[in-house]
């Protein structure tokens, strides 16, 4: 799978550096609960922190880079929670619905990046190549899981990347219109939606009224 490239700084200082960085990256996000990435300037986004404008760009060259950090971050959580269905063994169905319930909790913290960063892709080139990015990282593994799943003849045979992309681009906007913005909609039902979604599509409606299925997956090299 291929990585962003977060822009990162190291940090003689050690935890105290280590610390205004984390501040200003908290800073922004809630910034990005009020106000979109475009009116984001480095001036505006200080004017919220006691600290100084020179004091970004320690960590940062631009708001862009700030954006894109955001990003990697929210990719590494995604992909933390997503470890149960993407590596697991066992019962896929169950795996899956305890990935959907992780992505649902980081997506109600983290909905405005994702907002962000979707609504200044289709003005903004930089955030364009970083939001496809993004998406495209999902496509790679949520694909390969799906091809490791049909192998096993878990899944039934279909292009899987084509389901990786129909499936991730169905979550990605459920959960920016439902923990975008403020107020934010109650988790259960978007879980439900998107849970339903993903194992009716991939391992059948017969088993979205259970609490498990018959179906065992074995270890794989992914």
């Given amino acids: ?6 822009t990162r700084t190291s940090s003689p200082a050690g935890s105290s550096t280590s610390g205004t960085r984390d501040a200003i990256l908290q800073a922004a996000r ?10 984001m300037t480095v001036r505006s986004h200080m004017a919220e922190m006691p600290l100084s404008r020179p004091a970004f760009y320690q960590y940062f060259p631009d708001v862009h880079a700030l ?16 470890k149960p269905w993407l590596l697991g063994t066992g ?8 990935t959907m319930k992780g992505l649902v909790k980081v997506s109600y913290r983290r909905g405005p990046i994702l907002r962000a960063a979707s609504d200044a892709a289709t ?3 930089r955030m364009e190549s970083a939001w496809t990015g993004f998406l495209h990282d999902f496509d790679d593994v949520v694909a390969n899981r799906i091809a490791a799943d ?43 939606a998107i849970t339903r979604v993903w194992i009716s599509s991939l391992y059948g409606a017969k088993w979205l009224n259970l609490p498990d299925s018959t179906l065992v997956r074995k270890p794989t090299d992914l």
Avoid: C, H, K
Wanted: net charge negative; glycine share 2%; hydrophobic share 45%.
């Fill in 1 to 6: 799978m291929s990585a962003l490239q977060p």
């Fill in 150 to 192: 049909q192998a096993q003849e878990l899944i039934p045979t279909f292009d899987a990347r084509s389901m990786a992309i129909a499936l991730n681009r169905l979550d990605a906007y459920t959960l920016i219109d439902a923990f975008g913005t403020r107020p934010r909609r109650s988790q259960e039902p978007v879980l439900e």
């Fill in 123 to 125: 003005s903004d080139v």
């Fill in 30 to 39: 809630e910034y990005l609960w009020t106000r979109p990435f475009r009116e």
């Fill in 91 to 98: 019962d896929p169905v169950v795996l899956l619905r305890d």
């Fill in 67 to 82: 954006m894109e950090t955001l990003l990697e971050s929210l990719r590494e959580e995604i992909l933390g929670v997503a």
